[in-house]
C-alpha cells in the first residue's frame, strides 16, 4: 500500500511538473494525437508532451516495457488514470493501435508480432486503421467475402473493404480477409495485419454529408501478404475480432470522457433562440413539449446507467438490461440533435462560416455526423434484434 | 441516492411478491368485479397485509412504522400493481401518511400515524375538483371562524373515497397574497352532517367518489399543516401519491409486457410462432427499453422521498415515464394477442383499464410535462 500511495505522490507530482498547461484542456477531435508517418503534431506543446510520455512508457502504460510501456500493474495503471482525469491531462496518444489492435496482440499475437508491432503503436509510430465492413457486408459483417489465396508463402488478397477510418492517414492495417468459402460464414475468416504501402492497395476518401472525410474506400488487387501476419489461428479470426469490438467500445467512452463539455444545454439553445412569453415560457407548445420530454428520458438513460451499476454491485440486477443501452442512448443522443437544429432554425442548417456562429456550425455539424451513431457499432435495428434475442427469448426470424 | 434495493427491501419485495401471486392474483380482482363489490378491494387480503405489517413499511420508527421508507412502500406498490392487487394502502400510505408525516402536528402524529402503522385507519385524499388533475384554483371553500371552519362546495374522483375512515381534504380559506397561498388541508370524518358521498364507478372496478359538502363544520384542531398556507404540503402530498402510483403502474406494465411476451412465444400464425416476426420483435424490444428506463426515474424519485429531497422534477419525471410506457405496453398488449385482447376472458382489459385511471389519477403526461418545463423555466 506504500509503494502505491509512493506512486500516485511521484506521478502526482510529475504530472504537474511535465504536463503543458494547454494539454490540460479538453480537446476536440482535430486535437487528437493519432502518431504515424504521415502526422504532423497541431501545436508544439501537443508533441512535447506526447515525447515526454512516450519516454516514461505512459502512453501504454500496462504493456510491458519490451512492448514500449512502462509495466506498470492494473492498480499503478488505475493511479495515474485517475491522476490524470483529476488534472485534466490530455491523452498523449490516440487511435486505432493503441487501443483495440494493441491489446488484441497481446491477447492473441505471437511474441514475434508483440515485439515487432507493439513498441512501434506506443511510441506513435505507425498508425493502425481497421478494414472490417466491406460494401456488401455491414451489419451482417460475417458474411464478408474480401478473398485471402493460399499461395503457399504468402496469401494474394482480392476485394474491397469500406469505412475504412482514416484509411489515408494509416501506416498499416489489421484486416478481416476469407480464406475459406465453406461452412458457417464466422469459420474461414482470417485477420491478418499488412502494410498500407504494399502494392495493389488503393485508397480513396469517401466525401460524407458534413463535408468531412474521415472514411476510405480501400482497395485490395492482388496484394501479397506474408504468412506470418496472421494473427491468431487462420480461420479463427471472428475471435479475435469479436474481442477487439470490446476494446472499440471501451476506446469510444474514453474519447468520450476527453471531449469537451457543451457550452449550451438543450434548453439554453430554447431561451436562447425562441420567443417566450413575460412568464419565460416557450410560446412554441410542441418543442416545449419535446424539450421536457427529452430532458426526463435523457436523464432516466443515465439513471438507468447507474442503476445498472449499483444493483450489479448489490447481486440485484438483471442481466438483460445490459442489452438496452447502445439502442436507447444512441436514439436519444439523435433525438437530442434534432430537438436542437429544430430550435436553431434555420441557423441550425447553415453550411458557410461567416454567417454562422462557430457553435451553430457545430450543432448542425453534429446533427449530421451524429447520424452515424444509430448505424455504426451495431445499427438500432441490430440492438433490437439482439433485445428480443437476448432479453425476450424471442424466436430467430 | 441510492437506485438499488438494499437486502432488506429486497426480502420485502420477494415476500410481497410471492404472497401477491398466490393470494391475491388478478382472479381476484375479477371476482370482485363479477360480484358487484363497491369497496373495490377485499377485506381479507388487507388484514392479511396487515398482519404482514405492510401499512407500517414507510412510516418512521417512533411512530410504530418499519422504516423500510417509501422505496420499500414502492416496491410493494410495484407488486400489487402486477396482480391488479387493490386494497386501501395507496391512498392511506402514499398520500395520507405523507400529508401527516409532514404536515401534522405532534400531537397529530402521535394518535394518527401509530394508527395507520396498525392498520386501525384508512384515509383518502379528497381533492380534484374537475375532469383533470390540477395542483392549483382550488374553489372548495372552508370558511375559519375562530375555532372552527365550514366548509362548501365539492370534490371529485375520489379514491377510496366512499370507504376510508377519513378525509384529507385541500380547501380554500383564503386569497391568495404575497405571504400565504390561501390554501389549507384538514382531516374530516366522511360521517359529519353535511357531508354526501357520490359513488362514481369507473372502468378499473376501484371505489370513487364525488363528494359534496354543505355547511360542513369541522374543528380547527383537525387542520394538518399551517393555516392559509399549504399549497407546498399540498405539492408535497401530491408528489407522494404520484411517485408511489407511478411504481404501481411499472408493476402493470410489467405483467404486460411479460404476458404478451409469451404470447409472442406461444401463438402460430402462417405456420410460426408470431413472434419470430420481426415487426413484432422489434416493438416488443422498444417496450422492454421504456419500461427499464421508466423503472429508473420511478426508483430514483422513491430514493428521493427517502433522502429527503425535493420532489417536484423528479416526480413529474416518473409519472410521465410510468404514464407513457403503461399506456404503450398495454396497447401494444391488446393489438399483439389480436381480437382476444380484447375479450373479457382474457385479464389484458383489467390492465388497459387501470391504466387509463391510473394515467389520468395525479396527472397525465401533459400536466407533468408542462410542470417540468415551469420548474425548468422554459
Known amino acids: 500500500m506504500t509503494d502505491l500511495t509512493q506512486f500516485k505522490r511521484e506521478t502526482t507530482e510529475w504530472l504537474e511538473a511535465n504536463c503543458p498547461a494547454s494539454m490540460r484542456k479538453t480537446q476536440t477531435r482535430s486535437e487528437g494525437v493519432f502518431g504515424g508517418k504521415k502526422f504532423t503534431f497541431p501545436s508544439d506543446d501537443a508533441k512535447l508532451w506526447f515525447d515526454l510520455m512516450v519516454d516514461k512508457g505512459w502512453t501504454a502504460p500496462q504493456w510491458a516495457k519490451e512492448y514500449g510501456g512502462a509495466g506498470l500493474s492494473s492498480d499503478e495503471a488505475k493511479i495515474l488514470n485517475k491522476e490524470m482525469d483529476r488534472l485534466g491531462c490530455r491523452k498523449p496518444l490516440i487511435g486505432h493501435g493503441l487501443w483495440m489492435l494493441g491489446p488484441a496482440l497481446l491477447e492473441y499475437g505471437t511474441e514475434q508480432q508483440k515485439l515487432e508491432h507493439l513498441p512501434k503503436i506506443a511510441r506513435g509510430e505507425i498508425r493502425w486503421c481497421q478494414g472490417y465492413s466491406e460494401p456488401g457486408s455491414g451489419s451482417d459483417l460475417a458474411s464478408l467475402r474480401c478473398k485471402a489465396e493460399d499461395k503457399g508463402d504468402h496469401y494474394l488478397l482480392n476485394g474491397q473493404k469500406s469505412w475504412t477510418s482514416d484509411g489515408d492517414k494509416a501506416d498499416w492495417i489489421f484486416c478481416l480477409v476469407r480464406t475459406n468459402d465453406e461452412g458457417r460464414k464466422q469459420e474461414g475468416i482470417t485477420f491478418l495485419l499488412f502494410d498500407m504501402e504494399t502494392p495493389g492497395i488503393t485508397v480513396r476518401p469517401v466525401p460524407l454529408i458534413t463535408g468531412e472525410s474521415h472514411f476510405c474506400d480501400t482497395f485490395l488487387d492482388n496484394v501479397e501478404v506474408p504468412k506470418d501476419q496472421v494473427v491468431g489461428d487462420v480461420g479463427k479470426g471472428w475471435s479475435v475480432a469479436k474481442a477487439l469490438l470490446v476494446h472499440e467500445r471501451t476506446m469510444m467512452a474514453d474519447i468520450e470522457k476527453n471531449m469537451p463539455k457543451p457550452k449550451f444545454s438543450v434548453d439554453d439553445y430554447a431561451k436562447n433562440y425562441l420567443s417566450t412569453d413575460e412568464n419565460g415560457r416557450l410560446q412554441d407548445g410542441l418543442i416545449r413539449d419535446r424539450l421536457a420530454q427529452h430532458m426526463i428520458r435523457d436523464e432516466a438513460i443515465k439513471l438507468t446507467q447507474r442503476r445498472a451499476f449499483e444493483e450489479g454491485m448489490a447481486g440485484d440486477f438483471d442481466m438483460r438490461v445490459a442489452t438496452i443501452f447502445k439502442y436507447i442512448g444512441t436514439e436519444e443522443k439523435t433525438n437530442k440533435d434534432t430537438l436542437i437544429t429544430d430550435i436553431l432554425g434555420m441557423a441550425g442548417a447553415g453550411w458557410d462560416t461567416d454567417n454562422f456562429s462557430e457553435d451553430e456550425q457545430t450543432k448542425t455539424h453534429e446533427w449530421m455526423s451524429n447520424k452515424a451513431l444509430t448505424i455504426a457499432g451495431g445499427s438500432s435495428e441490430v440492438q433490437l434484434n439482439v433485445i428480443s434475442k437476448r432479453a425476450l427469448g424471442l424466436p430467430e426470424i | ?378
Not at chain 2, 405523507?98 to 402536528?105: F, Q, T, V
Open chain 2, 1 to 378: 441516492m441510492p437506485l438499488a434495493l438494499n437486502e432488506e427491501q429486497r426480502m420485502l419485495r420477494d415476500t410481497a411478491r410471492d404472497f401477491l401471486q398466490n393470494d391475491a392474483p388478478v382472479n381476484l380482482m375479477r371476482q370482485l368485479r363479477d360480484d358487484g363489490n363497491e369497496q373495490g378491494y377485499s377485506d381479507e387480503l388487507w388484514h392479511k397485509m396487515i398482519e404482514m405489517g405492510w401499512p407500517a413499511v414507510a412510516i418512521p420508527e417512533q411512530f410504530g412504522g418499519l422504516g423500510f421508507g417509501f422505496i420499500g412502500a414502492g416496491a410493494i406498490l410495484q407488486e400489487a400493481g402486477k396482480t391488479l392487487a387493490n386494497s386501501p394502502f395507496f391512498n392511506t400510505v402514499a398520500l395520507g401518511a405523507a400529508a401527516i408525516i409532514h404536515g401534522g402536528n405532534e400531537a397529530q402524529q402521535q394518535t394518527l400515524l401509530p394508527k395507520i402503522a396498525a392498520g386501525e385507519l384508512t384515509l383518502a385524499l379528497a381533492h380534484e375538483e374537475s375532469n383533470h388533475h390540477q395542483s392549483r384554483g382550488i374553489q372548495c371553500q372552508a370558511n375559519v371562524d375562530g375555532e372552527q371552519l365550514m366548509i362548501n362546495g365539492s370534490k371529485q374522483f375520489v379514491a377510496e373515497g366512499a370507504n376510508a375512515d377519513l378525509l384529507i381534504v385541500s380547501l380554500r380559506t383564503a386569497e391568495p397574497s404575497d405571504k400565504k397561498d390561501g390554501i389549507t388541508l384538514a382531516l374530516i370524518d366522511p360521517s359529519t352532517a353535511g357531508i354526501k358521498i357520490n359513488r362514481v364507478n369507473m372502468i378499473d372496478s376501484r371505489n370513487y367518489a364525488h363528494i359534496d359538502f354543505t355547511n360542513v363544520i369541522v374543528s380547527a384542531g383537525n387542520v394538518i399543516g399551517e393555516l392559509d398556507n399549504s399549497q407546498t404540503l399540498l405539492d408535497k402530498t401530491l408528489d407522494h401519491g404520484r411517485i408511489c402510483l407511478a411504481a404501481e403502474m411499472l408493476g402493470g406494465a410489467q405483467a404486460m409486457l411479460d404476458k404478451t411476451v409469451e404470447y409472442l412465444k406461444d401463438r402460430e400464425q402462417f405456420g410460426r410462432k408470431i413472434g419470430a416476426f420481426q415487426a413484432l420483435q422489434h416493438r416488443a424490444a422498444y417496450m422492454f427499453a421504456e419500461l427499464e428506463i421508466a423503472k429508473s426515474a420511478v426508483i430514483h424519485a422513491l430514493s428521493a422521498i427517502d433522502e429527503n429531497q425535493d420532489l417536484a422534477l423528479v416526480a413529474s419525471s416518473a409519472k410521465t415515464l410510468a404514464n407513457d410506457c403503461y399506456r404503450l405496453i398495454t396497447d401494444e398488449a391488446v393489438q399483439m394477442h389480436g381480437g382476444i385482447g380484447l375479450t373479457d376472458e382474457m385479464d389484458i382489459g383489467f390492465y388497459l383499464k387501470r391504466c387509463r385511471v391510473s394515467m389520468q389519477s395525479l396527472g397525465d403526461s401533459g400536466f407533468h410535462k408542462n410542470r417540468f418545463a415551469k420548474l425548468n423555466q422554459f
